[in-house]
């Protein structure tokens, strides 16, 4: 590839010339681009264009959380049709049944390297002793990072080897790369201790052994935290739930009760309906590490019936998130986070608890559909590329026509009082 390691616009253009010669292909979309090259050191390598992805708003959904109140619209950068209406039509629910409580618990991103030693005795010295080491470590630790802060450090044993799992907090970035560097440095400053580690014993070692969850979905995550763990619920009266939602409180929670067992039954970690959907979209559009979404979708939705109404409950236990880093500085990211009121100290909390928000209300409006029978007609009308049309084989056994997703109530109907937003309350 020619011009490697250079970031210019010239040297873009002159690797995307030679990629149409390899291929043969006009790849005339990737002729022009917004972003500067010179200013995506840390994002590419052999950058030859961009892709465009559509954003749509969803929202607004009605905020009462520890970090963030008030009326806010999501970003979602998506290709999946129905999913921005859907997701409107919780958050709709939600708001008009008084808003979403939304609470970040706590906050850990872990690095789990590996020592492999000649025999299980060498491994079981090095485990006793190194715990010893904390406050050394974080000497290190804060020599290389002036964010990251050692938590713990926990070894864990499986035969010779032993997995040394590191527990930071990041700050406001996710810390994916920050927590790999102090992790090398810290490893670097151990396997100079003669008395932690014998030449003798020692027969490698690696940056990652796989203990720490890092882009997995794993039941060490759901139960300990990776990234931020954060919750959201309400209580959705049942007017709601009808006009809305267009189903019955029993209705709903029976149809949660069978997803749950059959999420149950396949082994499921997490139970939810597509919590994916929204950590993607607004990843994406937000310049997230998008291969985290497989750690960072795993939620327990909960519904229960109340007497007058339905609890509904998003707990997200790995919310792999940050304000700073990765992709959070390109311009179109960084402003969807700042129409958000997602910059600045404390904000990857604040986004963190906007994800929890709606993806609870996604899930409220797609559990709900596949209860009413609308589920797959809204996907006929709205995720695909083809005219609309009823179906007739629906028609001929009286099925009703399925709502938009995003339907308001109709005129008459109560809606939602403008909650005042403080003055300090950055977002749109």
Known sequence: M?????YTEAARLQRLDWLRSMTRSGLDSLQHTRLDATKLTGNIEGLVGTV???VGVAGPLLFRGANVQGEVYAPMATTEGALVSSATRGALAVTMAGGVSTRAALQAMTRAPVFAF?????????ASAVIRHLDDLRTIIRQVSDHAALLSIEPVVLGRTVHLRFRYTTGDAAGQNMTTACTWHACQWILRQPQLVADEELESFLIEGNTSGDKKASAQAVAEGRGIRVAADCLLPEGVVRRVLRTTPDELVTGYQHITAGAVHS???GSNANTANIVAAIFTATGQDIACVHESSVGQFILERTRDGVYASMTLPG???GTVGGGTHLPTQHELLEAMGCTGRGSAVRLAEIIAGFALALDLSTVSAAVAGH?????ERLGRNRPPRRNSAAQRIGIPPAPTPMSAPT??????????????????
């Open 2 to 6: 020619p011009a490697r390691g250079l």
């Open 52 to 54: 465009e992805i559509p």
């Open 118 to 126: 000649s025999r299980l005795a060498g491994a079981a010295r090095f």
């Open 267 to 269: 082994g499921v970690l």
């Open 319 to 321: 919310l792999a998130v």
């Open 375 to 379: 589920f797959a007609d809204a996907h």
């Open 411 to 428: 005129v008459g109907e109560p809606r939602p009082v403008p909650v005042p937003r403080p003055v300090s309350e950055a977002g749109p």
